[in-house]
């Protein structure tokens, strides 16, 4: 027979109710928790084609073929922001296919996807375009844009640009980076970065679920 309390309530069943609410607290850590972090250029988002394609435009025979290491460079510099401050000019970014297959292997793993994308502060224009892109092309709620990568959690990030890959890696020593190949990042290594080609699919996926699980 149960024992009642001084209020003649059964002492049992709010310690079951209890042990009920922090289980369903803790599946819903869980869910919280399989983040995977998605970069916008370069990653879902076809940034370096539309680049090039405007660059070539206003290039003239002596200017130097484009690359990212022009920003180095003011003039150059300025040139380009001219270019991606156009109206609707990041909203209008194709969606990248490499990223775009690490989506939805992520999504067939078992993540929740969240964007994780840098704001420029010489485009200001770019940090509204993001997010209707985002909300047009690929359907996904959340988005982060930020000044710092590093500040934002995920169980893993997609990222093609070795400068945020470690910025993020820098507070995640057990994080997993998948960076889509790109010219600019056929140097890069580290020991957590798997680099996507479209010919690795099994090695990514078994890195996805060996993260997933941990």
């Not at 993540?111 to 224009?125: A, D, E, M, V, Y």
């Amino acid at each position: 027979m149960k024992k009642l309390d001084s209020k003649g309530k059964c002492p049992f069943g709010a310690m079951h109710s209890s042990i009920k609410d922090e289980e369903k607290t803790s599946k819903k850590l869980e869910i919280i928790e399989n983040i995977a972090l998605f970069d916008l250029d370069g990653t879902l988002a076809d940034y370096d084609s539309a680049i090039l394609r405007d660059y070539n435009k206003i290039k003239s025979p002596e200017d130097p073929e484009y690359s990212r290491e022009l920003k180095k460079y003011p003039y150059m510099r300025a040139r380009i922001d001219m270019i991606r401050n156009q109206t609707n000019w990041w909203y209008d970014l194709d969606v990248l296919d490499l990223g775009y297959d690490l989506y939805l292997m992520a999504v067939e793993v078992g993540f929740k996807i969240h964007i994780l994308t840098q704001g420029p502060k010489s485009c200001p224009n770019s940090w509204g375009e993001k997010l209707r892109w985002v909300q047009q092309k690929i359907n996904i709620e959340d988005v982060t844009i930020t000044r710092d990568k590093g500040l934002v959690y995920g169980k893993i990030l997609v990222d093609d640009y070795p400068e945020y890959i470690e910025r993020w890696l820098k507070w995640r020593k057990n994080g997993l980076v998948i960076m889509p190949a790109h010219d600019y990042n056929k140097d890069y290594k580290h020991p957590n970065v798997i680099r996507y080609d479209g010919t690795n699919n099994d090695e990514v996926k078994i890195a996805l679920k060996k993260s997933l699980n941990r």
